[in-house]
């Protein structure tokens, strides 16, 4: 029975990404068959990819066509209605459904990347918060950590509580090397949210989540 995740962040650029690939490689590190989803997609390069998607099948170690890890590569790197609507595009659940069914036949666990923060437009089946509650995950929130991150932690906890999710966990991710006391930090949201920190990846001037899989304290159930 293949166990799945929603990976979620306080925000855009607070380590969602990388955050998925260290805990693929910790997986990957129990025997698992892994491999992770990025249903929707803004920003691709010259060669029409996504950052996000090629580093999460790089960390995969079930090879999944590109199609179905993310039915939505849209070009611009902005808010994905926007981009999808420059594409006279409109983003809808049904193929994101279809081929996250057709990818947890393939794997023990498949991690879904959303895009940005918890509350992201997509289109008219509703937002980033209404696709996680349509695949029926437990999220993982990835805590980017720098002042504001209280905040903003507690505002994505409160939202997915409203919509009735379950937090499996969250991780903190040192996204600020020089934030101020940042145990501190640490010791108030552990207090604030209650579901287990799965780990603190630390602050690398060459990400590697090869390496920062061993970060991880706890395993999400
Ligand atoms: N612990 C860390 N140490 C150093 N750099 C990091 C760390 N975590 C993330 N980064 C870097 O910060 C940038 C943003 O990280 P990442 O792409 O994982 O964020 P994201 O939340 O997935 O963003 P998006 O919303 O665009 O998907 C990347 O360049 C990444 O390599
Ligand atoms: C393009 C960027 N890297 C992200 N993938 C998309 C972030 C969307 C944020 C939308 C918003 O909350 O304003
Ligand atoms: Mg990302």
Redesign the pocket.
Known sequence: MTQAYFIT?TD???????ATCALLHRLAGQGLRVAAMKPVAAGLDAAGLNE?VELLRAAANVHCARDLMNPYALRSPVAPHLAAAEEGLEIRFAPILAAFETLANQVDILLVEG??GFRVPLGPDGDSADLALAMDLPLIL?VGLRLGCINHALLTVEAIQARGLRLAGWVG???DPVMARREENLAALAGYIDAPLLGV????DR?DPAVAADSFTWLPR
């Open positions: 962040g855009t650029g607070v380590g969602k990404t990388f996000d895009i940005g990835v991710n040192c996204v990846l630390p602050w690398m990400p």
